[in-house]
């Protein structure tokens, strides 16, 4: 499996856990790239007329960003009942 496709598939199971939106995910993720690495992938995606993803991976960026996902995109248990602490 690519860097990328595990990047995608930690989204897509973190959004189906928390129930959170799909592109404010993203946007987050991308948000955090360009303050800690300094590397706005939405704008360079729109100067070259393709995805961020696109750019984050022509760029050598993918392995960044996968940290930087797996860092942000922690799912949690709840703690409930039954739930031993």
């Given at each position: 499996?690519?860097?990328?496709?595990?990047?995608?598939?930690?989204?897509?199971?973190?959004?189906?856990?928390?129930?959170?939106?799909?592109?404010?995910?993203?946007?987050?993720?991308?948000?955090?790239?360009?303050?800690r690495?300094?590397?706005?992938?939405?704008?360079?995606?729109?100067?070259?007329?393709?995805?961020?993803?696109?750019?984050?991976?022509?760029?050598?960026?993918?392995?960044?960003?996968?940290?930087?996902?797996?860092?942000?995109?922690?799912?949690?248990?709840e703690?409930?009942?039954?739930?031993?602490?």
């Open positions: 499996m690519t860097t990328r496709a595990k990047v995608v598939r930690l989204h897509r199971a973190y959004c189906i856990a928390k129930k959170a939106n799909y592109q404010d995910t993203w946007n987050w993720l991308y948000t955090e790239l360009k303050y690495h300094n590397f706005d992938a939405k704008v360079r995606a729109k100067n070259r007329k393709c995805s961020p993803l696109d750019v984050i991976e022509q760029d050598g960026m993918m392995q960044v960003f996968f940290v930087l996902a797996s860092d942000l995109l922690v799912i949690r248990e703690q409930g009942p039954g739930t031993q602490h």
